[in-house]
């Protein structure tokens, strides 16, 4: 998942890690479990580092393995300071066959956006917690309970292992814009917020 704060590319100086863009048939493939054994062995644990990087080198918050052309059920969360974005908690965690056993009712409208899908955001509506079972990077099986961003990064995430991108969940396809007409709606928030104040 691509923050809000940073879609577009950070300024090229290595070769990236290529991402598979949409229209691709990977990202509406429903990825397959990732097996005991696959998960202890060296290329594995390799492509996971790869995940990482991948997050790092676009500014990303998260990325699915179908992005990189590997339908397995895992994903990576990358919470970290960037270019743009600095960050009070650096989250770095790995999912594993991911499953979220359970959904807050509250639905929340939130910007998203995807590197698969670069340069554009819109707003998607999901529940503002959710409660993950997952195997971790040390091979535990896990249960935990994540909330606003990190629950947003989540499902967006296993959509991707579903073969779901996020514009399929947008109730409003009128919100979809580039990302110079979204600083450009900050922008304009931010001023008119301003003048609301001062008035």
Known sequence: M?????V???PREKKKTPIVMLGNPILRAVSKTVSKQEMVSAPFKQFLRKMFL??????GVGIAAPQLGNNKRVFVMYIHDTSTRKVKKIVKEVFINPKIIQFSNKIKADWEGCLSLPDV?????????VDVEYTNAEGERVTKHF??????IIQH???HLDGIMYTDRMDDM????TVSEFRKLKKAE?????RSKSE
């Open 2 to 6: 691509a923050s809000s704060q940073k």
């Open 8 to 10: 577009s590319s950070a």
């Open 54 to 59: 991948a997050c790092e080198q676009y500014e």
């Open 121 to 129: 955001l819109g707003k998607v509506p999901r529940p503002t917690e």
């Open 147 to 152: 909330n606003q961003l990190e629950a947003r």
């Open 157 to 159: 995430e296993i959509d």
């Open 174 to 177: 009128r919100t979809l814009m």
């Open 190 to 194: 931010t001023k008119a917020k301003a």
